[in-house]
């Protein structure tokens, strides 16, 4: 798979989905395998809970990654949980354009992603960690943080 421009601004990229379903792992070791998936340079990884034969509860846990990094993070999940074997398979996803942006709040600057539509306009995030920060420093809800951070962007926006 390769990447291609299917739209202003997107562009389709070839990935690899990993997937097993746990019944026997605890939430604890799930977890751990989580983070070191995503520590390893999975694109993403989560999460989900299944039921499975006989009403049994379970987690579906999947990874998103290149193709180059399959090997390694199915040698994450074999050692790290409970499985004994490993759903995959190739998949496209589209991606917008995006970048690094700054906005300055009354509490300070936060960082976030801004990204760009098929249409040419522009969506800005707010990156959790420095709103987080600025919440605890501050004393103000993180909702509040996240709200003044998107106040910021529209004004930043509107004069630029």
């Given at each position: 798979?390769?990447?291609?421009?299917?739209?202003?601004?997107?562009?389709?990229?070839g990935?690899?989905?990993?997937?097993?379903?746990?019944?026997?792992?605890?939430?604890?070791?799930?977890?751990?395998?989580?983070?070191?998936?995503?520590?390893?340079?999975?694109?993403?990884?989560?999460?989900?809970?299944?039921?499975?034969?006989k009403?049994?509860?379970?987690?579906?846990?999947?990874?998103?990654?290149?193709a180059?990094?399959?090997?390694?993070?199915?040698?994450?999940?074999?050692?790290?949980?409970?499985?004994?074997?490993?759903?995959?398979?190739?998949?496209?996803?589209?991606?917008?354009?995006?970048?690094?942006?700054?906005?300055?709040?009354c509490?300070?600057?936060?960082?976030?992603?801004?990204?760009?539509l098929?249409?040419?306009?522009?969506r800005?995030?707010?990156?959790?960690?420095?709103?987080?920060?600025?919440?605890?420093?501050?004393?103000?809800?993180?909702?509040?943080?996240?709200?003044?951070?998107?106040?910021?962007?529209?004004?930043?926006?509107?004069?630029?």
């Amino acid at each position: 798979m390769s990447t291609d421009t299917t739209a202003a601004d997107t562009a389709a990229e070839g990935i690899w989905i990993l997937e097993t379903n746990l019944d026997d792992c605890s939430g604890e070791i799930i977890g751990h395998a989580l983070g070191l998936l995503i520590d390893a340079g999975a694109l993403d990884a989560y999460s989900t809970p299944i039921q499975m034969k006989k009403n049994r509860p379970a987690v579906k846990l999947t990874v998103l990654c290149q193709a180059d990094q399959v090997a390694a993070l199915e040698l994450i999940i074999f050692r790290e949980t409970t499985t004994l074997g490993i759903r995959r398979w190739p998949a496209e996803r589209t991606i917008l354009e995006r970048r690094s942006h700054e906005v300055v709040t009354c509490w300070g600057t936060v960082v976030g992603i801004l990204a760009v539509l098929p249409d040419g306009s522009q969506r800005f995030s707010p990156e959790y960690e420095p709103c987080r920060e600025i919440s605890q420093q501050h004393n103000v809800s993180l909702a509040e943080v996240y709200r003044q951070a998107a106040l910021a962007y529209q004004s930043d926006s509107q004069q630029g």
